[in-house]
């Protein structure tokens, strides 16, 4: 900013802020509208030489979201475009946005903050993330445009089975666009997010071979776990905010809270309890990022905090008896994998020694997998009630595979009950994104096609 300012969403779930670029205290410029659906403030960005920002106001599904200008001199924010997303400037006199997977250009004049004609659709099949609201282009100061397709850059992917020394093969026929992955307790089913117009719950039979939706709704509903007794799913549904749903797995569409009161703030992250009676979950707070809270899923008990402070906690998982969880926290500056007594207090220790990411407890061989860069590693634990004793990490190998999902909570693999296989989402090396689109002096056609106001 000219004022030698920086204009931030410090989190995803917030409104955006204002900070001197030498650091200091921070000010609030706007708040999401909760009763609209407004999951956050998103994307900001200076319109040159003027007063204003120009930002999403996100929400669920995207094409819902809404784009307003901010007057950083009196705070007041005027709304552009429903129905659009991530607009940027040009200096052809045009604001840019999303809508579906079309960009659009509307002319737009900067020193009023006004929209003064039409929108006109100027790019088909555009690379757009659903889930923060982001779409894959820029335009340059001298008017060239850099942008990735969705045909190129959001290939599908595959369900491949891994064994323990990396030997591939693949798990299911279909290929879509799996967003995270979970094992039935007896390992012949797997619950999948998938990503679609929105996203979607579904199921596959290993013995049949068949993909199955569960959910339909235009909501975002992610993350799957199952019960202890494999009938039932639990999962996160973006309402604004995320909140913890369950469904019968022979019921589809039948989803429900999972508790009557509603949640104030993101709840993702689920973890269950082998008994059947307690969730852990990832709750986001504005002041503290990630923690740990756990909740009996009966009763009226209310959530209560596990592992909660400054640093981010993440990926709940139990051990095979109960009496201890694991997760990742990133409290020594980089993520590490940590072990603490259940329900606590207790003793709490550290499993990696050189970083670690998204921890898994199998159910069956007691070993905590995690995963180190895109190395597999596995540590041997001994269980004796209250005692806990664990063996050096080993490396299985190594192995790219799909991360990404709502909230960064999503499971991108599981482990078979035995330990023996990893069930995990590819794409093949041949489908990987390798390509950005290009195209000189773009601005041109764009002001003969829609003219500008305020160059």
């Not at 199955?212 to 799913?233: A, H, V, Y």
């Not at 400054?310 to 051990?319: C, G, K, L, Q, V």
């Not at 207090?345 to 998204?358: K, L, M, T």
């Not at 921890?359 to 905590?368: A, K």
Request: with cysteine.
């Amino acid at each position: 900013m000219p004022d030698d300012t920086l204009v931030f969403a410090p989190i995803y779930s917030d409104g955006l802020f204002r900070v001197s670029a030498e650091g200091g205290a921070t000010q609030r410029l706007t708040s999401p509208d909760r009763d609209a659906g407004e999951l956050g403030h998103w994307w900001p960005e200076a319109i040159p030489n003027s007063r204003w920002i120009v930002f999403t106001a996100f929400r669920t599904p995207v094409d819902r979201s809404r784009i307003g200008v901010l007057d950083l001199e009196t705070l007041e924010v005027r709304w552009l475009i429903e129905g659009g997303f991530f607009a940027r400037f040009s200096s052809s006199g045009h604001l840019l946005y999303i809508r579906g997977k079309r960009l659009f250009a509307v002319p737009f004049d900067p020193e009023t903050a006004l929209i003064t004609g039409a929108a006109v659709a100027m790019e088909d099949d555009l690379r757009v993330m659903q889930t923060n609201g982001m779409g894959l282009f820029a335009v340059s100061s001298r008017g060239d445009l850099a942008y990735v397709t969705d045909s190129s850059g959001n290939p599908l992917r595959e369900l491949v089975w891994m064994d323990r020394s990396g030997g591939v093969q693949s798990a299911a026929k279909q290929r879509q666009r799996f967003m995270s992955v979970a094992l039935s307790p007896d390992d012949r089913q797997a619950a999948l997010t998938v990503q679609g117009e929105s996203r979607d719950l579904w199921t596959y039979s290993f013995d049949r071979g068949t993909l199955s939706r569960l959910t339909s709704s235009d909501d975002t509903e992610t993350d799957p776990k199952w019960s202890p007794d494999g009938r039932e799913l639990y999962y996160v549904v973006d309402r604004p905010p995320f909140v913890l749903y369950h469904i019968p797995v022979r019921s589809p569409d039948s989803g429900q809270p999972i508790w009557d009161e509603p949640s104030e703030v993101d709840t993702t992250g689920i973890a269950v309890n082998p008994d059947g009676r307690w969730l852990a979950f990832v709750r986001t707070e504005a002041e503290t990022g990630n923690n740990l809270f756990v909740r009996s899923i009966v009763g009226n008990e209310q959530p209560r905090p596990f592992r909660a402070g400054r640093a981010d906690e993440s990926y709940p998982t139990f051990s095979p008896d109960g009496r201890w969880l694991c997760y990742q926290s990133d409290e020594t500056g980089r993520p590490e994998i940590y072990v603490e007594a259940f329900p606590g207090p207790g003793e709490r220790i550290q499993i990696s020694a050189d970083g670690g990411i998204r921890p898994l407890w199998c159910r069956g061989s007691g070993e905590i997998f995690y995963r180190h860069d895109d190395e597999f590693r596995a540590v041997e634990t001994m269980l004796d009630g209250d005692r806990f004793e664990f063996g050096t990490a080993q490396i299985l190998f190594s192995q790219t595979i799909i991360d990404r999902g709502v909230g960064g909570q999503s499971r991108s693999y599981d482990v078979t009950t035995d330990g023996k296989r990893i069930l995990a989402m590819t794409v093949p090396d041949a489908d990987l994104p390798r390509r950005i689109e290009f195209v000189t002096s773009w601005t041109s056609e764009l002001e003969r096609l829609v003219p500008g106001n305020g160059r």
